[in-house]
C-alpha cells in the first residue's frame, strides 16, 4: 500500500482558478492593499475551498531572502527626532537614546539601514515630508517628542508610520506603549503581598495626561481586583507640580504606607525633606524604571525594546502595503519587565510564590485598537 503525501496546494493552484497572477494571490493573502477588496475577498475563498496553507519553512526562506535584498539595496527606514535639538533627546522620562538603539539594532538584524531624520533641522513637517520622499523612504518610526508635543503633521499617506510612546495622540497612530494599567496592578500585588496596606499613586498631572490617565485608572482596576478594603484605598495624588507640601498633606491625611511612583528622584528629594525614612517610616516603588538598580523597589523595563518592536510594526505595515491613517493595524503593548526588589520597600520575606510565578509571564500583547 502506497503512503505517499498528499499533492500540496500552492499559490499557482490559487491563481490559475481565480484567473489571477501568482503575485496578486500573494498580495491578498498576506492582505494588502495593493489588491482591491473584491479581489481579495475572491482569493481568500478559493485558497480556503481548495485547501491551501503556507508552508512554513518557505515563509521563512522568503523573509531571508527578502531582508538580504533589502540589505543589498540598502533599503532605508527613517527614525524622526522631534527635539529641537542634541541636547534634549535625553531629557528625563524621553528614553530616547536606548529606544533608538534598540531599533538601530533590529532593523540592522532584519536587513533594513535606520536612519534619524531631525524635524528642527528640516524646520517643517511639509519639508521633512519631502526629505524623506525624496530618499525613497517609506517606512517611519516618530520617536518620543518632547514635552507640550503632541500632533504630527507629516504627510502620512506615503508613509507607513508607526509611534513610540502615547505622546503623540494626533492622529491615532499605530504605536509601540507601555501598559500602564498591567504594570500598576502587578507592583501593587507585590507591594500587598509584602504587607503594605494603605498604598497610593503620585503622579503629576502632565504625566497622567500624556498616558491618558491609565496609571490613575490601572490603580482603582486593581484595587478591585486585588480586593482592597475601601477604607484603605488611597485617592491618587496627581498635583501641576509636586511638592513637599502637598506630598505631606497627602500622606497624613492617608495615613499613606506605600507609594507607587513614576519618577524616583522625586521621593529621593521630597521624603527626607519631609523627615521620612525609606523603607522604615514609609515605601515607594516604581511603575516602570528604565535603569537597572539595586536601590529602587518595582519593575524594570528595557526601553531599547521600544525601538525593537516599531521596527517589527513598521516592517509588518510595509509588508501588507498599508499607508497613511488610519490603518487596520494593531499596536504593539508592551507589559514584560523584571522585578527589581531594591530597597524602597521593607523586606518582610513573605512574597506569595504565586505573585513571583506571575512576574515570569510574556513580554507582549498584540492588540487591535480598533
Known sequence: MSYLPEKRVTMKDVARATGVSVMTVSYALRGSREVSAATREKVLRTAEDLGYRRDPMLTRLATYRTAKKRSDRGLALAWLNLHPDKSTW??????????????????????????????????????????????????????????GMVEAQLEFEHFATVAVGRAIRRPELPRVVLNHVELVRRVMARMVAMGYRRIGLVMERGECVKNTFRNFSGYFGACEQLGVPAADIVPPLTPGQLDADNLGQWIQAHRVEGILVHREDQMDRLLPELGLRVPEDIGFAHLSTHQPSERISGFFFDPALYGSWAVDLVHWLLDRGERGVPVTSPSVILTGGEWQAGRTLRDTGEIRSSVEDEDTGGQTQHRNRR
Do not use: M
Open 90 to 147: 535625553a531629557f528625563r522620562g524621553s528614553h530616547f537614546l536606548e529606544a533608538w538603539e534598540g531599533a538601530r539594532l533590529r532593523a540592522e538584524k532584519i536587513g533594513y539601514h535606520l536612519d534619524s531624520f531631525s524635524l528642527a533641522e528640516a524646520g517643517c513637517w511639509e519639508r521633512l515630508s519631502g526629505i524623506l520622499r525624496s530618499r525613497g523612504i517609506e517606512g517611519v518610526i516618530i520617536g518620543q517628542p518632547p514635552p
